[in-house]
């Protein structure tokens, strides 16, 4: 229940401001917590909307500051999230607008907004680039199929592997020899794919974006960047109000 905590802070609160009355020589008189209490929770009871706008305000103070956090990690390491030699992407690379995408190949939601993101370029009509960064928080195969489609981009396969493997219907379909078969029906050449995976650039490469979401302090997938904005979860419409917010400058 909010009530409780909502009483006691309004009573220390009130404790902390009542002032000490005093007439003529007399000692001060200060008002004694349990009165205060019984005056406040008398209040709240005559006027309940106290609560529900109490616990607006604390709402919105708590997103303002999670947003204020989140651009200054963004301001920290703006670098990495945008700027990237290695990083894939869709949309011309000089698009005045970047959105980057954090992802993991189990992500229901993230498989979800494929299409969403895939049309991003063309929907603005080519002003919009979007970065692609693996995040497989999953772990386990979720880690594999990031390193498969890091090591298909070896030959200029990333865009398509990433599109076969979030087109898998269900997670159980995400499996060794199943990252194999796509990587072949996409035309990479899976030897050299499987070489690539164990190399030690590609694993950094891929431990540097997990790092990356660390220090941004992403907790889940999909997450959307966009200049100093963040959109955690598959928020479609935050990521159109971002992307105008950018493109109006």
Same mark, same amino acid.
């Given at each position: ?162 599109? #076969? !493997? ?14 194999? /078969?796509? &990587?072949? %029906?996409? @035309? ?26 660390? #220090? !941004? ?14 959109? /955690?979860? &598959?928020? %479609?419409? @935050? ?11």
């Amino acid at each position: 229940m909010m009530i409780r905590p909502l009483l006691a802070t309004a009573t220390v609160a009130m404790v902390a401001m009542t002032p000490a009355c005093a007439e003529g020589n007399k000692a001060p008189v200060t008002m004694e917590r349990a009165e205060l209490e019984t005056i406040i929770h008398e209040y709240i009871v005559t006027h309940p909307e106290v609560i529900e706008e109490a616990i607006i305000a604390l709402n919105a103070r708590d997103r303002a500051n999670a947003a204020k956090a989140a651009q200054e990690a963004i301001s920290q390491n703006k670098d990495q999230l945008y700027s990237l030699d290695t990083d894939h992407f869709i949309g011309p690379a000089d698009a005045p607008v970047t959105v980057v995408e954090f992802f993991d190949y189990r992500c229901g939601y993230c498989k979800r907004s494929m299409p969403f993101v895939q049309e991003l370029p063309e929907k603005y009509d080519n002003k919009v680039r979007v970065v692609f960064k693996e995040y497989p928080i999953f772990g386990g195969i979720s880690e594999t199929a990031a390193l498969a489609a890091l090591a298909a981009g070896k030959q200029d396969k990333y865009y398509d592997m990433h599109v #076969a !493997l979030m087109n898998l219907k269900s997670n159980d379909e995400l499996t060794e020899k199943k990252i194999d /078969e796509l &990587a072949e %029906e996409v @035309g990479v050449d899976v030897r050299k794919m499987r070489a690539d995976m164990q190399s030690v650039a590609l694993k950094k490469q891929l431990d540097d974006m997990q790092r990356l979401g660390h #220090a !941004l302090n992403l907790s889940g997938t999909p997450g959307f960047y966009i200049g100093d904005t963040a959109i /955690e979860g &598959a928020d %479609e419409q @935050g990521v159109r109000n971002a992307i105008k917010k950018e493109l109006e400058g």
